[in-house]
Structures are given as structure tokens and as C-alpha cells.
């Protein structure tokens, strides 16, 4: 609160109140928001630098693509690098049977898509961005790909050591948005899992 209160002067609006989650607090943001493109940074989150915007606003120019990604850096609590996204020429629905491939540090989403698929649902705890996505599965509109890495994704939010609920969680999204068959989603659910427990059990992770 002091922080915004700092910045008061360059902040539009702000709320502080009770929620129902981040679902909720990201509906809140959409009810506000006025622009044509709306981007989401957690907490401990942020833009690389001052050039981030810049660069997804002339790469997307004149065009008006419903979802425009660009890549991300996973950092630690202490801003070491982990992991950068990596990116192809072009982006491939599949991917998101698996795993959560447009991650939120870095994507921006045209009102439209919200106007056509709604706000998150406060029901999911952790992937209220992937569910909102699959809503769109069997129509995914294109995406336009930033190969600049505009975000920081920091390794300690809610999900940081729930990787095992995330995925169980994905599941229940994949089941109810009917984004493939039942033969083909539950075996993905285990290969997933099998992935998880081995990976435990080699690095510890969680």
C-alpha cells in the first residue's frame, strides 16, 4: 500500500479489498481497464524494462490479433534466471493438452476475447488463465509471436511447490472444456503425473 500510494500520481486506479481468489481479483482488473490489450503481472512479477510495451506495440502494429505472446524469464526469489521461454515460428494449439504455453507474465489479450468468452472462473485456484484460454480451443484464434523477452515469471507465487495440484487441476479444465477425448486426456493426466514422479524423485521437485 505505501508503494502505490508513492506512485499515486501515475496510477489510475487501485483497489484494496477482500477477493475470492486470483480469478476474482483478475475480473476486477478487466472491469477497469479501458485499453485494447489487457496483460496481467502477479506479484513479483514486471516488465524486463521500460521498452517492454514498446516492443509488443510495434510488433503487433496494425494488425489486431486476438492474443499476442511474447517470452518470458523465470526468475528465482533473487532475480537469477532459471529458464527462458522458448518460442516457435508459430504456435501450435496442441501444446496446451500439456501444459499452460502462453503464459500470463507475457500474453496479451484483446478485449474482444473476453467480450466473446467471458471473465476467469473464481472456481479454479491456480489456472484460471489456462481455462479461460481453452474455452477457445476448438476455434483458437492465431497468435502473433514476440520473439523479445518482455516479463519476469518470479518462482514463489501461490503454485510455486503445487505442481502435483496444478496438474490435477489442469485435468478437471481439459475434462470440461471437451478440448479432446477421454482416452486421450486421461493419458496425457498420466504421463503428466509419471513425469512428476520422476522428477521428484531424481531432483526432489515438487
Not at 41 to 67: A, M, W, Y
Not at 114 to 135: A, K, P, S, V
Request: positive net charge; proline residues 2%.
Amino acid at each position: 500500500m505505501d508503494i502505490i500510494r508513492k506512485y499515486h500520481d501515475v496510477i489510475t486506479s487501485w483497489i484494496s479489498e477482500p477477493d475470492n481468489g486470483i480469478s476474482d481479483a483478475f475480473n476486477k482488473g478487466i472491469k477497469l481497464a479501458t485499453g485494447e490489450y489487457i496483460n496481467f503481472q502477479g506479484d513479483g512479477d514486471g516488465f524486463v524494462d521500460e521498452t517492454s510495451l514498446e516492443k509488443v506495440v510495434n510488433e503487433i502494429g496494425n494488425r489486431r490479433p486476438l492474443l499476442v505472446s511474447a517470452k518470458i524469464r523465470r526468475i528465482d526469489e533473487d532475480g537469477k534466471t532459471l529458464y527462458t521461454s522458448k518460442q516457435t515460428n508459430k504456435f501450435s494449439k496442441k501444446s496446451l493438452l500439456f501444459k499452460m504455453s502462453l503464459p500470463h507474465q507475457g500474453l496479451f489479450v484483446h478485449r474482444d476475447f473476453f467480450n466473446q468468452y467471458g471473465l476467469f472462473d473464481i472456481n479454479n485456484t491456480y489456472c484460471m488463465d489456462y481455462e479461460h484460454l481453452l474455452r477457445a480451443y476448438k476455434v483458437f484464434p492465431d497468435v502473433l509471436l514476440v520473439s523479445e523477452v518482455i516479463a519476469n515469471w518470479r518462482a514463489d507465487g501461490l503454485g510455486n511447490g503445487k505442481t502435483k495440484e496444478i496438474l490435477v487441476e489442469y485435468h478437471k479444465i481439459k475434462l470440461a472444456n471437451k478440448v479432446a477425448s477421454l482416452p486421450v486426456l486421461f493419458f496425457i493426466k498420466y504421463l503428466n503425473l509419471f513425469k512428476y514422479y520422476i522428477k521428484a524423485l531424481l531432483y526432489g521437485n515438487k
